[in-house]
């Protein structure tokens, strides 16, 4: 079973990467990527719904689609945010302005709510099939410009192959 992690710094943030479970440390909130119709579930995880597959058409009808590179809150605890990196009726669905339009909202995001420690998936892998590389490019020249602490503490979560990949891009910015 995959239950390694590592942590080092960029900026004044410490970043942990490891899986899913178990945390690494409790994350005062979870970062969820999306598409403009918040319809993309967690990969490989089917959701139960009671509701019947027209009344989830009738409901996507009514509503009006989100902007790529918006950020959504949720007050839940943890709180959620809701980053939209992805529009499913664009090809490609997922472009590297919208993952970085979603990361500078999110940063200002986590200033305006004091959040000091995230969970959060790497933007646009899951379904964009956006390189590991160039979010962490992106995620490496925005912490070192993070305000007032926050975040304070990062935690991406990885699958296995990801993982090896962070740690070895990370251990690379070392040298």
């Known amino acids: 079973m995959f239950a390694e992690h590592y942590t080092t710094t960029v900026g004044p943030v410490e970043i942990t990467v490891a899986p899913p479970e178990p945390a690494p440390w409790y994350a005062d909130a979870i970062v969820e990527e999306q598409d403009t119709g918040?319809?993309?579930?967690?990969?490989?995880?089917?959701?139960?719904?009671?509701?019947?597959?027209e009344t989830l058409i009738g409901k996507m009808q009514d509503q009006?689609?989100?902007?790529?590179?918006?950020?959504?809150v949720e007050h839940t605890t943890p709180r959620r945010f809701i980053a939209i990196v992805y529009d499913i009726e664009k090809n490609p669905m997922s472009r590297p302005e919208w993952i970085a339009a979603a990361m500078d909202r999110l940063m200002r995001a986590l200033v305006r709510y004091q959040v000091r420690k995230i969970a959060m998936p790497l933007f646009g892998a899951a379904h964009g099939h956006y390189p590991c590389t160039n979010f962490m490019d992106l995620l490496c020249s925005t912490l070192p410009h993070v305000q007032g602490g926050y975040p304070e503490k990062l935690w991406l979560i990885t699958s296995p192959p990801e993982y090896r990949n962070i740690v070895a891009y990370l251990e690379n910015r070392r040298l």
Do not use: A, C
């Open 38 to 53: 918040l319809l993309l579930g967690e990969p490989h995880l089917l959701r139960d719904t009671t509701e019947s597959y």
């Open 64 to 72: 009006s689609p989100l902007g790529p590179g918006q950020v959504l």
